[in-house]
């Protein structure tokens, strides 16, 4: 069985997708172990409504090397699921490959520092780019510059607000996260 740590800072959406598809095998011989969170958020109660373990670690300085001290060293995936904060190279590098995050863009557009949610919704309507999309990545030292693992795109229309991609985004999130969590698990690279 592979263990799973969720990282989360808000509603917990991503959470709550990554937990039914592990109970309808979609993601297979997969279970979360601990949902952290780096604020109080719908995420932490989503979690204990599965009984799932929650940890709060409020953000901060120190927030990476507290998260080291309680991450169960069996943790074979850490999963970024609409968390804000940034992790400290030391801990990036300490799980090298093992941590994934989900981007609201094609990367490596529109990444990087300050490049979430509305943000990156903003500066794809201003550039009147034709396509938009998500992207599973692996997290590295630098902010959204990891490998792609997984991408899904859909076309841009002229009618298109950032509120109306926000929900495109959304839509296949939820279809490619839980295909690239299984697919990082489960099949030999």
């Not at 993601?27 to 979690?47: H, M, P, T, W």
């Not at 529109?110 to 780019?129: L, Q, S």
């Not at 841009?156 to 299984?182: C, G, M, Q, R, S």
Request: charged content about 25%; aromatic content about 6%.
């Amino acid at each position: 069985m592979n263990n799973l740590v969720i990282l989360v800072s808000g509603s917990g959406t991503n959470l709550q997708r990554i937990i039914d598809t592990i109970d309808n095998e979609e993601i297979q011989n997969a279970k979360i172990s601990l949902v952290v969170a780096d604020r109080e958020c719908y995420g932490l109660e989503r979690a204990k409504n599965h009984n799932i373990e929650t940890v709060l670690i409020p953000r901060g300085k120190n927030f990476s090397s507290d998260l080291s001290k309680i991450i169960p060293e069996n943790t074979d995936l850490i999963v970024l699921a609409g968390f804000l904060s940034i992790l400290k190279p030391e801990f990036v590098e300490s799980w090298e490959n093992k941590i994934i995050n989900i981007h609201p863009a094609l990367l490596p557009k529109y990444g990087g520092k300050g490049m979430w949610g509305h943000h990156v919704h903003n500066a794809v309507i201003e550039a009147k780019e034709k396509e938009s999309g998500a992207t599973v990545h692996f997290v590295t030292v630098g902010i959204d510059e990891g490998e792609a693992i997984l991408q899904k795109s859909f076309e841009v229309t002229e009618n298109d607000t950032p509120e109306t991609l926000a929900e495109k985004v959304h839509k296949i999130e939820y279809e490619i996260f839980p295909i690239a969590i299984n697919k990082l698990l489960n099949v030999p690279i």
